[in-house]
């Protein structure tokens, strides 16, 4: 090989580097862009649908829970006494029925108050023509063990709508096994037809 062939020898190495580089730029570098962007939004219609899906998900959950929660609910009393009278007759038994519930489990009874007009009832206040409504605020004595049986008690063996608006417990500084308990339980009772009320 002459001396010129050498010296062309570098020469061709860098064109064909060169002509490479330009196929590179002109059709590979855009196939490769194009196969990063299919990437890219199959990535995200992946996430989207992922996302949609666990939305759907989400609230499909949600409408069980609400379903579940309707099943559960239990009944409002039905009372036969003219419910325009502020007493406690108009909620029949369940006073007392509370009452022996406590005591079954244990609770002592401090005191009692009682409101027949319960203005930060959500159930009362927007429907005071159908429902009577009385919060009762118990003062217990007792443990944790008895107020979770009688939480336990209310819940399973109670047969009426009730709502526990207040919970606040706190323990004696000379035995902490007790607990001083203030609960409040609102009472709910259909207002009957004698008044010419309707029904909801």
């Known amino acids: 090989m002459n001396k010129k062939n050498k010296q062309l020898v570098p020469i061709c190495i860098a064109l064909a580097l060169l002509l490479f580089l330009i196929i590179v730029l002109i059709i590979v570098k855009p196939k490769y862009e194009e196969f990063s ?4 939004r199959a990535t995200k219609n992946n996430y989207e ?5 666990d939305k759907i998900k989400k609230i499909d959950a949600e409408k069980a829970v609400e379903n579940l929660k309707l099943k559960s609910l239990k009944p409002i009393y ?37 409101d027949m007009r319960p203005a930060n009832d959500p159930i009362y206040m927007e429907n005071s023509e159908f429902y009577n409504a009385c919060e009762l605020k118990f003062f217990f004595v007792g443990s944790y063990s008895q107020l979770q049986a009688f939480m336990s008690d209310m819940n399973n063996n109670f047969n009426y709508l009730t ?9 004696f500084s000379s035995n902490t096994d007790y607990l001083l308990i203030n ?5 709910y009772s259909k207002k009957n037809d004698n008044q010419g009320q309707k029904r909801h």
């Open 163 to 171: 709502y526990i608006s207040q919970l606040k417990i706190t323990a």
């Open 37 to 40: 962007e299919m990437k890219i």
């Open 183 to 187: 609960i409040s339980i609102t009472l």
């Open 78 to 114: 039905e009372t036969n006494l003219d419910s325009s009278t502020e007493n406690l007759g108009v909620f029949g038994n369940m006073f007392e029925e509370i009452i022996k519930k406590a005591q079954k489990n244990g609770l002592l009874i401090r005191s009692i108050e009682y």
């Open 49 to 53: 649908r992922q996302t949609l899906e």
